[in-house]
């Protein structure tokens, strides 16, 4: 038995999923941001010249992903504007709407634009992306993350309560280690009350160092067997080292105080 006033194990109910329902302006809110981003779209669509447009679609493996690369380089050169305009529009939309397949426009922004051109766009794009999917969560979505991933936003609740003095290094350990997905890191921060600017200088910073691994790895996308290729042990020792230090100055001050 716990004392009286503590809760115990025996006395916390499991947590369980709710069901994801949304009110009438909630969709409409969802509904009138894909729209804005298929208007973008049409417009570069239109600025284009005519030609046979098929190999456009979001690539969903190397093949796919290699296919789209030889096409687009035609029109870069010469459409460069439209070319970048389509390529952040298509981005930011894929990471406000947790689309999978992001690591395969990292990779061609590599492919096409090099490495510090390819990283600075995948950085800004990135970070508008979680931006857009943060705002978004903040207005509708609480019955979607407790829907689909209850625990973990207990987890995850607990842990920014605990380190309110320290919540950038921690942010920042995040972003660089897998310790929580970053789809799940965009759509709980503003659930759990984290600040947009410590949201936005984590995903800035943390973003950095997988961006410039797979940037550069798109230079050379004809040598990539797997994604598996990608991270290797060098790779991921060296990511999550860094993740270590950006909170190394959060467990040092803990220990003073």
Not at 11 to 30: G, I, K
Not at 89 to 98: E, H, I, R, W
Not at 179 to 194: E, G, H, M
Request: glycine share 8%; proline share 5%.
């Amino acid at each position: 038995m716990g004392r009286e006033g503590e809760t115990t194990i025996g006395d916390v109910a499991p947590a369980t999923p709710r069901r994801c329902s949304l009110s009438f302006w909630e969709v409409t809110t969802a509904s009138g941001v894909v729209l804005g981003f298929l208007v973008g779209l049409l417009c570069v669509y239109l600025t284009m010249p005519q030609s046979d447009y098929s190999f456009l679609k979001l690539p969903r493996n190397l093949q796919d992903l290699q296919i789209l690369r030889d096409n687009l380089e035609i029109y870069t050169s010469d459409y460069t504007v439209q070319v970048l305009v389509g390529y952040c529009l298509v981005y930011v939309f894929m990471q406000t709407f947790m689309i999978p397949g992001t690591v395969f426009m990292s990779l061609l922004a590599g492919a096409l634009f090099g490495v510090i051109k390819g990283m600075a766009l995948v950085v800004s794009t990135a970070t508008a992306g979680a931006s857009s999917c943060f705002f978004l969560s903040k207005l509708i979505g609480r019955p979607l993350i407790f829907s689909l991933w209850p625990d973990k936003l207990i987890f995850f609740q607990d842990q920014v309560a605990r380190r309110k003095d320290g919540l950038l290094n921690y942010m920042l350990f995040l972003r660089l280690t897998p310790t929580l997905p970053n789809t799940f890191i965009n759509v709980a921060s503003p659930i759990v009350d984290v600040p947009y600017h410590i949201f936005f200088l984590a995903t800035f910073i943390g973003l950095i160092p997988a961006a410039y691994v797979t940037v550069r790895a798109g230079i050379a996308l004809g040598e990539l067997k797997s994604l598996g290729d990608l991270y290797d042990f060098s790779s991921m020792a060296t990511l999550f080292l860094i993740g270590v230090l950006s909170v190394t100055p959060t467990l040092i001050s803990k220990k003073r105080v």
